[in-house]
């Protein structure tokens, strides 16, 4: 059974940053892609960035391009997403999954595997 956990997230206030860590023991962690997502009250689980195995290739949904950046260390088997200039509608509930090294798809949860308890960010205005 491969786990992730999330940390890093919590209430902040609007402009604030966080950084948020999803940690695994899983051995196929360096071949695997990993992504974010997020889900809001009452809304469906969105996708927020992704990362190849290799980090060459990064995927952000378009509302946070350019605030948040995704990486990861395969040293640690974690991976991370910076988020800044953080906004009141990025108040969610994050989740952080694995996906086979090739999913088929990046930016669907439909692509992904296994899946974190998540993390709650509240941005305050």
């Known amino acids: 059974q491969v786990q992730l956990v999330e940390s890093g997230g919590g209430l902040v206030q609007a402009g604030d940053s966080l950084r948020l860590s999803c940690a695994t023991s899983?051995?196929?962690?360096?071949?695997?892609?990993m992504g974010w997502f997020r889900q809001a009250p009452g809304k469906e689980r969105d996708f927020v960035a992704a990362?190849?195995?290799?980090?060459?290739?990064?995927f952000y949904a378009d509302s946070v391009v350019g605030r948040f950046t995704i990486s990861r260390d395969n040293a640690k088997n974690t991976v991370y997403l910076q988020m800044n200039s953080l906004k009141p509608e990025d108040t969610a509930v994050y989740y952080c999954?694995?996906?086979?090294?090739?999913?088929?798809?990046?930016?669907?949860?439909?692509?992904?595997?296994?899946w974190g308890q998540g993390t709650q960010v509240t941005v305050s205005s």
């Open positions: 990362i190849t195995w290799n980090s060459s290739r990064k």
């Open positions: 899983a051995r196929t962690f360096s071949t695997s892609t």
């Open positions: 999954a694995g996906a086979p090294q090739y999913p088929a798809t990046y930016v669907a949860s439909s692509g992904y595997v296994y």
